[in-house]
């Protein structure tokens, strides 16, 4: 073992555990919670996501809206966020936010986004600075770069007990052969990939794949980064959307995403608190059938 992943791991070590949520009701309790089949907890169907929003720099007052976003998020629910180096400086601004909001428990997801191993751990530590925690929950190699170099190294301080989860990410629909031969091989906990009711790539090999490897499964890009609501807002929601209790298209896809089996939890990102609660919410009650999904694609291919 290198000296710098000794020295990550030692200075990791004996941190006291981040908190793990109490178990609630299952999947078929129609609930918020859903299950991490690695290990049986479970958490919040639906996360936060930070690309873009939370890219806010130094601007009190930006950082101020963060805040307030992170405060509704939690307060309707919510746990999960999740980040990455890449987002500028959404790291540092979710560290900062947490702290004004008193350290909050939750579930602390970021990423691994560099080449070579070093240069990963290294990385890795410094994301733990900006978020100013003992410890993340998951720690993801981002769009699989350089993921030979990065699995080693995260197995390695999961097994110490200063990670609880290990996972890789793909976006956009991107490098699915890649991931598939990732999740054939390696002992995952996590995938992340995009999914909604047009980018429905993933039901063919990846969802089934992640059930039958017991992988927990995080969808980004579930409004397609804002495109897929302004193709369908133009359209009045249809009636029958009452019948899982979606008052906004946004929760109807939301309820799409969060219905499908294989699916663990979804991180929509957004600049408004109202927002935050309303999708933590889609999570809540009825879920499509199949019918319904069926439904909820066609209403959104016709926008």
């Given at each position: 073992?290198?000296?710098d992943r000794r020295v990550l791991l030692r200075g990791l070590a004996g941190l006291a555990a981040s908190p793990i949520l109490q178990p609630l009701a299952a999947f078929a309790d129609t609930t918020s919670e859903r299950v991490i089949?690695?290990?049986?907890?479970?958490?919040?169907?639906v996360g936060l996501g930070s690309?873009?929003?939370?890219?806010?720099?130094?601007?009190?007052?930006?950082?101020?809206?963060c805040a307030a976003v992170i405060r509704a998020f939690l307060e309707g629910g919510g746990r999960l966020i999740d980040s990455s180096p890449m987002y500028g400086s959404s790291q540092e601004v979710i560290g900062d936010v947490l702290t004004r909001l008193g350290r909050p428990n939750i579930f602390a997801a970021t990423k691994v986004w560099t080449s070579g191993r070093n240069a990963g751990v290294a990385q890795i530590e410094e994301s733990r600075q900006l978020w100013r925690i003992?410890?993340?929950?998951?720690?993801?190699?981002?769009?699989?770069?350089s993921w030979e170099d990065h699995l080693p190294t995260l197995y390695a301080i999961k097994k110490a007990g200063t990670l609880r989860y290990v996972g890789v990410t793909t976006s956009h629909g991107r490098r699915h052969d890649e991931l598939e031969a990732v999740m054939r091989r390696e002992p995952l906990d996590f995938i992340q990939v995009t999914y909604n009711?047009?980018?429905?790539?993933?039901?063919?090999?990846?969802l089934p794949l992640a059930r039958e490897r017991r992988?927990?499964?995080i969808i980004n890009r579930p409004f397609q980064q804002g495109d897929l609501i302004?193709?369908?807002?133009?359209?009045?929601?249809?009636?029958w959307a009452r019948e899982v209790g979606a008052t906004s298209w946004a929760q109807l896809i939301l309820k799409f995403i969060v219905s499908h089996p294989s699916v663990t939890c979804v991180i929509p990102a957004t600049t408004a608190p109202a927002h935050a609660r309303e999708n933590v919410n889609a999570a809540r009650g009825a879920m499509p059938?199949?019918?319904?999904?069926?439904?909820?694609?066609?209403a959104v291919e016709a926008a």
């Open positions: 073992m290198d000296l089949p690695s290990t049986g907890e479970r958490i919040p169907a690309w873009i929003t939370f890219n806010v720099g130094d601007d009190p007052t930006a950082r101020g809206e003992k410890r993340f929950d998951l720690l993801q190699v981002h769009n699989l770069l009711p047009i980018d429905r790539e993933v039901e063919q090999r990846i992988m927990a499964v302004r193709r369908v807002e133009r359209r009045p929601l249809p009636a059938d199949a019918a319904m999904r069926r439904k909820i694609i066609s």
